[in-house]
């Protein structure tokens, strides 16, 4: 099979690389150029493409880089600078996955002739009876099928995830086997746009106006605070929430720029027992679950699962069975079979509550 590999230049896609390779795949490496500024973290540097370049050079196999910049400026940052503009929270690494790994890389990889895309994800694709399914990864604690919750049949039917049954002490004795420079390589945690050094603040800076606004209570009207930047607050965020106006913790529940408004509240007076959902940010892999069926939700990388009903009508809801904190408007859910709590049914955006 010739298989493209996603090669970021971390220790996952590079063992990935490598054992496709010894399974006898014709393999040949790309690493996505996708950020055009300065980045001090993330899978974007200069220093990943080389690490990526000389993992292929070590295993034999072709390596190219593709330049999406323009592609990922339209779907990721552009989109990402907006949300916070309009007081929403999205999350840039899904819109990557879905917009550009899966999306036009696949569409490269079938022009180009290869029968399959692989990249070095903690997830499983799974066939039975003929059908695809994404299943979470071995490793509950680098799990990552929830960033993958968009994928589809189509897609996942020319998805190769090499490394999704393996934990990540097994991927790095691999990568130390096959004598890959990145086997010791530490993980990369950060968005890649923005600088670590510098932070979110800074990036949006440099980008829109950030709005003051008055801080109040949900519960009492209460102006009880203020800040100089309301889409730097994020709804259900706690900490830095006004820490030390009595002690006590304080959850954001709303964030309206437009208005100046920012509601805080107890968690008492915060809590939901509800998600809206983007109708047309709706994705299945197989089929759409009906209304009052139950299904398991996460809406963070490695959050809580939550049990909630769905709800079509009079829109797209997911009812939850026990009160939680309050989801940021823009964020991701994905569900998971309740008789199959690894196997993903779908995934959507929360809407405006």
Known sequence: MKVLVAMSGGVDSSVAAGLLLEQGHEVVGATLKLWGGVSDSGCCSVADVDDARRVAQKLGIDHHVFNYTDEFNHHVVEPFVRAHVQGTSPN???????????DVLFDRARRLGFDAVATGHHAQVLERDGEHELARGADEHKDQSYVLGYLHEEQLASLLLPIGAMNKSEVRQHAERLGLR????????????????????VFLRQRVALTPAKIVDRAT?????????????????????????????????HVDVAQGRVEVGRLEDV??????????SLSFTHGQPTSGDEVLVQWSAHGRVTLATVVREPAWALHLLEPARPVAPGQTVVMYRVDEPSIVVGAAIVAQP
């Open 221 to 253: 009207g209460e102006v009880i605070g203020e800040t100089d930047a309301a889409e730097l607050l994020t709804v259900g965020q706690r900490r830095g929430v006004l820490p030390d106006r009595d002690g006590e913790k304080r959850y954001v529940a």
């Open 271 to 280: 809590q939901i027992t509800s998600l809206n959902l983007v109708e047309s």
């Open 92 to 102: 840039p690494c899904i819109e990557c996955n879905r917009h550009i790994k899966f």
């Open 182 to 201: 990145t086997w010791d390589k530490p993980d990369s945690q950060d968005v890649c746009f923005i600088e670590a050094s510098k932070g979110r603040e």
